[in-house]
């Protein structure tokens, strides 16, 4: 994978010296309560996702970096060659690079790097339905919602509905 960069954000990929950034943004409430695993990582669970996900091509992550450094990851996971499709996972480590369009210009990069480099056709993922901002940064680059899973998912705060979403290549239009 190549270094990429769009307005705003370059995406780079992911490497093992990244696991102490990755389980600090990750272990953050407000990101972990987005999660559907809602107990703490480890740099050991990490680690063995980067050598059996990442190094085996199974997840094609990324490292987001803006012009302050690093703020979060994004990536494409259970890439399916054969069916060409993908779910797609993303989050931002500090609340400061929230809501500033950071999310969704990573987001239109790896959709470019999904359907243009990996020849995807469909890119999904789900979200808390409690979650609008996601939501809407996802529908800004071109997710569409599928349906609605009702008390799909149960956390602290009860049960949860969780949002299907997805684009299809022929939906897909790559920002300029
Ligand atoms: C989800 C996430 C990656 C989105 O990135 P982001 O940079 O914050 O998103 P953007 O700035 O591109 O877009 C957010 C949009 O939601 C809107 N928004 C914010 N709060 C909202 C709310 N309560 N209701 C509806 N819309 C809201 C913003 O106004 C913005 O839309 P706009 O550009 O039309 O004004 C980021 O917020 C994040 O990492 N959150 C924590 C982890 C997480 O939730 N990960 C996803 C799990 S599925």
């Not at 990582?41 to 094609?60: D, F, I, K, S």
């Not at 494409?76 to 609340?95: H, M, P, T, V, Y």
Request: charged share 25%.
């Amino acid at each position: 994978m190549k270094r990429t960069e769009t307005a705003g954000v370059t995406l780079r990929p992911i490497e093992l010296r990244d696991t102490p950034l990755i389980v600090r943004w990750r272990n953050q409430e407000d990101v972990r309560k987005n999660l559907y695993i809602q107990t703490d990582l480890t740099a050991e669970m990490h680690e063995q996702w980067y050598h059996t996900r990442v190094v085996t091509g199974q997840c094609a992550q990324f490292i987001i970096e803006c012009e302050t450094g690093p703020i979060g990851t994004v990536f494409l996971k259970n890439i399916d060659r054969d069916l060409q499709k993908a779910e797609f996972g993303i989050f931002l480590g500090s609340c400061e690079s929230r809501g500033k369009g950071y999310g969704s210009a990573a987001a239109a990069k790896i959709l470019e790097y999904g359907f243009s480099v990996l020849s995807l056709n469909r890119i999904y993922l789900s979200v808390f339905m409690s979650n609008p901002a996601a939501i809407r940064s996802y529908e800004k680059v071109g997710f569409r919602r599928e349906g609605v899973l009702r008390q799909d998912f149960r956390n602290q705060d009860g049960y949860v509905d969780v949002c299907m979403m997805s684009i299809l290549k022929q939906e897909w239009k790559p920002r300029r």
